[in-house]
Nanobody, 123 residues
Framework: QVQLVESGGGLVQAGGSLRLSCAAS????????LAWFRQVPGREREFVAG???????TYADSVKGRFTISKDNAKLTVYLQMNSLKPEDTAVYYC?????????????????WGQGAQVTVSS
C-alpha cells in the first residue's frame, strides 16, 4: 500500500513561484507512474502534470512552460515546480500514483492519492 504526503503549498502573489513535494512510502517509484492533479470547489479534479516510469514528462496545456514535474527515486519524492503563477492556478493540488509505466491524464486510472495541498495565488 503506497502512502503519499504533499507539502509546500501556500499563498503567493501572481508571477511568483512555489514548489510542491510529495513523499511516498510503502512502495518503489520504479513500479509506478506519478502525477499531479488539482481541484477547485465545484469543478472536477484535473490533470496538471505526469512523469512516466522512464522520467518522460507530460503536461496540461494550461501549465506547459511554467510548471515542471520531477522525481527523486532515491528519496521517493515527486516535485512540482510552479513558476509564473496565475490566480487561475489557485486550487488544491494532489499527487497521485498508479501501477504501470505511463502517467495518463485520467484520474480514474490512479490508485493512490495524497491528502492535497492548498495553493493560493493572489492578483
Amino acid at each position: 500500500q503506497v502512502q503519499l504526503v504533499e507539502s509546500g503549498g501556500g499563498l503567493v502573489q501572481a508571477g511568483g513561484s512555489l514548489r510542491l513535494s510529495c513523499a511516498a512510502s510503502g512502495g518503489s517509484f520504479s513500479e509506478y507512474a506519478l502525477a499531479w492533479f488539482r481541484q477547485v470547489p465545484g469543478r472536477e479534479r484535473e490533470f496538471v502534470a505526469g512523469i512516466h516510469w522512464s522520467s518522460v514528462t507530460t503536461y496540461a496545456d494550461s501549465v506547459k512552460g511554467r510548471f515542471t514535474i520531477s522525481k527523486d527515486n532515491a528519496k521517493l519524492t515527486v516535485y512540482l515546480q510552479m513558476n509564473s503563477l496565475k490566480p487561475e492556478d489557485t486550487a488544491v493540488y494532489y499527487c497521485a500514483a498508479r501501477s504501470g509505466l505511463v502517467a495518463v491524464s485520467r484520474r480514474s486510472e490512479y490508485e493512490y492519492w495524497g491528502q492535497g495541498a492548498q495553493v493560493t495565488v493572489s492578483s
